[in-house]
């Protein structure tokens, strides 16, 4: 779907972005958007830290096998 945009596409959707947020908002939103991205990195990278490589993978019994 996105192999079909071209420079005109982008183009027509910067007017529509600027039409619905105005000039003056969209450093806001991408000042927004850069720090949300930032939080969303370190939470990924500290729940990799906190995983001990290791620690047992918890398996489902298999209520077929007898123990």
């Known amino acids: 779907m996105l192999q079909n945009l071209t420079g005109w596409h982008f183009l027509i959707i910067l007017v529509v972005v ?10 806001g939103l991408a000042r927004s958007l850069g720090q949300s991205m930032k939080i969303f990195k370190s939470e990924i990278k500290s ?11 918890a398996r489902p019994v298999d209520p077929t096998t007898k123990p």
Do not use: I, R
Request: aromatic content about 4%; hydrophobic content about 45%; proline content about 14%.
């Open 18 to 27: 600027l039409l619905l947020f105005g000039a003056p908002k969209l450093p």
């Open 47 to 57: 729940d990799k830290v906190d995983e001990d490589p290791n620690a047992e993978v």
